[in-house]
T-cell receptor
């Protein structure tokens, strides 16, 4: 069974203090790993898709990386507006290949 | 450019009543997904459609839940009868799936917050 575990559950940082969020996954054959951002009362907002180990993608202060067992979301010099819950999800090849399996998320708070 | 549209945004009902949630996917997308989000279980896939055909309904909790997609621009998720444990936020998402291609990106709607008293 495909599984996704995110850590930590919650992270509180000062503005400008860089850090990383972890997403460990177990999947039969990775079709894609996704990062989403979710603000309170809203739907998940797409950030990145990673397809194979070694791949990296960047967007503003965020950088996502992928290995064969985990993905990291690096946040450089965060601002208060980066506060949100960050969700990781995997999609596997095979039957039901479009199914996304989500982790529980990391709730990130950036204090000014 | 309209995203995924869901209605209603909030629904409060009493146990035993029928509840119908509605979703309009992004125009041109051929896949539609229904998810449920709770504090305890996180975000879980209930069912998804490809070209209006249900593909995987293994996440549907029980027979009280049903979903339909009569055409490419509309889907419903129905709960009958509703129970307090059905209280959650229900999300609809859509994507453009191309056979054999890389993973497609799912775009989520704003959700419907359901409270069953």
């Amino acid at each position: 069974e495909d599984q996704v575990t995110q850590s930590p559950e919650a992270l509180r940082l000062q503005e400008g203090e860089s850090s990383s969020l972890n997403c460990s996954y177990t999947v039969s054959g990775l079709r894609g790993l996704f990062w989403y951002r979710q603000d309170p009362g809203k739907g998940p907002e797409f950030l990145f898709t990673l397809y194979s180990a070694g791949e990296e993608k960047e967007k503003e202060r965020l950088k996502a990386t992928l290995t064969k067992k985990e993905s990291f979301l690096h946040i450089t010099a965060p601002k208060p507006e980066d506060s949100a819950t960050y969700l990781c999800a995997v999609q596997a090849w095979g039957q039901g290949a479009q199914k996304l399996v989500f982790g529980q998320g990391t709730r990130l708070t950036i204090n000014p | 450019d309209a995203g995924v549209i869901q209605s209603p945004r909030h629904e409060v009902t009493e146990m035993g009543q029928e509840v119908t949630l509605r979703c309009k996917p992004i125009s041109g997308h051929n896949s539609l997904f229904w998810y449920r989000q709770t504090m305890m279980r996180g975000l879980e896939l209930l069912i998804y459609f490809n070209n209006n055909v249900p593909i995987d309904d293994s996440g549907m909790p029980e027979d009280r839940f049903s979903a339909k997609m009569p055409n490419a621009s509309f889907s419903t998720l129905k709960i009958q009868p509703s129970e307090p444990r059905d209280s959650a936020v229900y999300f609809c998402a859509s994507s453009l799936e191309m056979s054999g291609s890389r993973a497609d990106t799912q775009y989520f709607g704003p959700g419907t917050r359901l409270t069953v008293l």
